[in-house]
C-alpha cells in the first residue's frame, strides 16, 4: 500500500491566519481525499482532490476556506484560511492507490490548535 | 446515503479480557466494502481490515476478529485477550462502488480503554 508523509504534524496557530498542510505520496494515486476530525468526533470528508481539476467539496466546506491543489498524482496541499478556535482538529489526507481501487490509506494526521 | 452506527461510545476492560465491538451499517448499493481502523491517542489512522460484500467469512488475524452477518447488516470487531495497548478509539467505515468515486463515511467510533 502507498506511504504517505503528512507535514507538519502538529501546530498552533494564531487566529485569522491561514495554514497549508501536505500530502505527499510515494506511488501515483488515483484519488486524494482530506479530512477533518474535530476534538471528541469522527472523521468528516472535506473534499476530494483529482489531479488537473478542482476539488470537489463536501457540503458545508467551500473553496474559499479550505482550498486544495493537486499539482500531480503524488502530491496535495490544504489551506486552512482565516483560522479560528473551531477550526482546531485533526486533518488527515487519504488515497486510493491505482492498483487497489478500494484500499484506503491515511497520512499521520495534522493536529490544529488554533488560539 | 450510507450510514454506519457504532452505538457503543466508550468500553472499560481489564486486562485479557476479550471484547466485542459493534458496527451496523446502512446502504442501498449491493457492492460495498467494509473496513476497521484503529485510532491510537497519536492521532494517526491504522488499517485493519477491509471486507467486500460478497465474502461474509470470518476472519482471525492474531487476537483480532471480524464477524461480518449481511442478515443483520453488521460487522463487529472482537479483540481476545485484551491488552493496554489495544486502548485506542476504532472506527468502523464504509465505502460503495460508485464508478469513478469512493468516499468513506465512518461511524461516531468506539473508544476502548484496557486496564492492567
Known amino acids: 500500500s502507498a506511504v504517505i508523509s503528512q507535514k507538519p504534524s502538529r501546530d498552533i496557530c494564531q487566529r485569522g491566519t491561514s495554514l497549508t498542510i501536505q500530502c505527499q505520496v510515494d506511488?501515483?494515486?488515483?484519488?486524494m481525499f482530506w479530512y477533518r476530525q474535530q476534538p471528541g468526533q469522527s472523521l468528516t470528508l472535506i473534499a476530494t482532490?483529482?489531479?488537473?481539476?478542482?476539488?470537489?467539496?463536501e457540503s458545508g466546506f467551500v473553496i474559499d476556506k479550505f482550498p486544495i491543489s493537486r499539482p500531480n498524482l503524488t502530491f496535495s496541499t490544504l489551506t486552512v484560511s482565516n483560522m479560528s478556535p473551531e477550526d482546531s482538529s485533526i486533518y488527515l489526507c487519504?488515497?486510493?492507490?491505482?492498483?487497489?481501487?478500494?484500499?484506503?490509506?491515511f497520512g499521520s494526521g495534522t493536529r490544529l490548535t488554533v488560539v | 446515503a450510507q450510514k454506519v452506527t457504532q452505538a457503543q461510545t466508550e468500553i472499560s476492560v481489564v486486562e485479557k479480557e476479550d471484547v466485542t465491538l459493534d458496527c451496523v451499517y446502512e446502504?442501498?448499493?449491493?457492492?460495498?466494502?467494509l473496513f476497521w481502523y484503529k485510532q491510537p491517542p497519536s492521532g494517526e489512522l491504522v488499517f485493519l481490515i477491509r471486507r467486500n460484500s460478497f465474502d461474509e467469512q470470518n476472519e482471525i488475524s492474531g487476537r483480532y476478529s471480524w464477524n461480518f452477518q449481511k442478515s443483520t447488516s453488521s460487522f463487529n470487531f472482537t479483540i481476545t485477550a485484551s491488552q493496554v495497548v489495544d486502548s485506542a478509539v476504532y472506527f468502523c467505515a464504509l465505502t460503495v462502488m460508485n464508478s469513478g468515486y469512493s468516499t468513506l463515511t465512518f461511524g461516531k467510533g468506539t473508544m476502548l480503554l484496557v486496564s492492567p
Open positions: 487519504s488515497v486510493i492507490g491505482q492498483a487497489d481501487n478500494y484500499g484506503y490509506t
Open positions: 482532490a483529482n489531479q488537473g481539476s478542482e476539488a470537489t467539496y
Open positions: 506511488s501515483q494515486v488515483t484519488m
Open positions: 446502504t442501498r448499493d449491493t457492492t460495498y466494502y
